[in-house]
């Protein structure tokens, strides 16, 4: 069966982060309203500044961890973008999963969204997420191949130069990538992908 990913792109309607959000809460309010379940599997494992009461490892299925999507403002400006994570289809991506308080999750998203979708670039999705104490659904944040902020495949010399020079408002890919892996490896998790795209471009400074 072909990837939904790599079949024609149809024409994309505007897409606004408001009315993700909207859609998206309405989601979690149509499950119950209970707890929210989050799929952490970047930064959101290292920096997570809103309350959360019960961190899980977890795996998703179908999904994996793929240092492929542009940003222009986070990691990156427009005239330098830089790189960061997203989940890609195919194959399987080990993370966290973070349980957030039914309570404060009104004010939580909002702010979420501001942090990960300044530009409507993710698509939001409830993915089944298998931990040690069973099953759950969480909220992962992925992205189409079909969207013009995937990279594609990039030759070793892009990566060097966007290592080298990609800054945005929360600081630098080579940074971001090397923090990433920091966490991984504190959590028992190997990224070999992560590790052999560092080596290769030359992340440097941490020992593989």
Not at 66 to 79: C, I, Q
Not at 113 to 132: G, I, Q
Not at 159 to 180: E, N, P, V
Request: charged share 20%; with cysteine; net charge positive.
């Amino acid at each position: 069966m072909l990837d939904p990913d790599l079949l024609p792109a149809p024409p994309m309607p505007a897409r606004c982060s408001q009315a993700m959000l909207r859609v998206t809460l309405a989601e979690w309010q149509g499950m119950g309203a209970s707890d929210l379940w989050l799929f952490a599997y970047g930064s959101l494992i290292w920096k997570t500044d809103f309350p959360v009461v019960e961190r899980r490892p977890a795996r998703v299925h179908g999904h994996h961890r793929a240092l492929k999507m542009w940003s222009r403002v986070n990691r990156g400006t427009p005239e330098r973008p830089g790189l960061v994570f997203a989940l890609l289809t195919g194959g399987s991506c080990q993370g966290m999963v973070l349980r957030v308080p039914a309570g404060a999750v009104p004010d939580m998203l909002p702010r979420l969204w501001e942090r990960e979708m300044p530009n409507p670039v993710y698509d939001p999705k409830w993915l089944r997420c298998h931990t040690p104490s069973g099953a759950v659904t969480g909220l992962a944040f992925t992205l189409s191949r079909r969207s013009p902020n995937y990279t594609g495949e990039l030759s070793g010399e892009q990566l060097r130069t966007i290592f080298a020079q990609a800054q945005g408002r929360y600081g630098s890919t080579l940074d971001y990538a090397r923090q990433t892996l920091q966490e991984l490896r504190a959590l028992g998790i190997r990224d070999v992908s992560l590790e052999r795209l560092l080596r290769h471009a030359g992340g440097g400074g941490m020992p593989y």
